[in-house]
């Protein structure tokens, strides 16, 4: 009887975004070219890969929000897919198909597989969260003596301004001050004065 029949295993867990999905297959008819494909979703609407064959040429593609790769290896077909994330947790199907010669043939729908992709550890980016810290650090220290440096070397600038305006004011003014106003302008302050009373008698 020409008549495909495949079996899956029922759930695949995947810690570490690699996965590798084996569909065994049977088939007893005289097909030379066949042409395997891995579908998601329970109405298998997305294909995601598939690999082709023949007695000599064997070729492969992905699609693109997959990185994914088949290949045919006797009474298998096995899946690889890598870079997965958590959002493509879902079930799984392989089709098989006898393209060449007719009758066209392929095996009615498995149970499947589910791939469950666990989520990335989060703890990975604690290291991360350091360097930025030791940065910030190094940076804040180096401002600091910076502005240490110029607000002395401002202060010292300052005093020494001040010194030499004090210095500039001790040389100011040197004009001498005029003595108080006096009554007899024709004779200094010290010079004695007559007593006419001597001379009337």
């Not at 790769?69 to 392989?94: E, P, R, S």
Request: net charge positive.
């Amino acid at each position: 009887e020409n008549k495909i029949l495949v079996a899956q295993h029922p759930l695949l867990i995947v810690a570490n975004q690699t996965a590798t999905l084996v569909c065994n297959y049977t088939y007893n008819g005289t097909g030379k070219e066949f042409r395997a494909s891995l579908h998601k979703g329970t109405d298998s609407s997305v294909e995601v890969c598939f690999t082709s064959w023949n007695t000599t040429i064997i070729s492969s593609n992905s699609a693109k929000e997959f990185n994914c790769q088949g290949h045919h290896d006797k009474d298998k077909v096995i899946f690889n897919l890598w870079n997965m994330n958590a959002n493509q947790t879902d079930i799984y199907f392989c089709k098989i198909e006898v393209m060449y010669p007719p009758p066209y043939v392929y095996n009615e729908k498995s149970n499947g597989t589910v791939i469950h992709v666990k989520e990335t550890p989060t703890q990975i980016q604690e290291p991360q969260s350091t360097i930025p810290l030791w940065i910030l650090a190094t940076v804040t220290g180096i401002l600091a003596l910076y502005s240490t440096l110029i607000t002395a070397v401002f202060i010292n600038y300052w005093q020494k301004s001040k010194k030499h305006m004090y210095h500039q004011s001790d040389y100011m003014n040197m004009t001498p001050r005029h003595p108080p106003y006096q009554k007899n302008k024709g004779y200094p302050s010290y010079a004695p004065t007559r007593d006419y009373t001597a001379y009337r008698s």
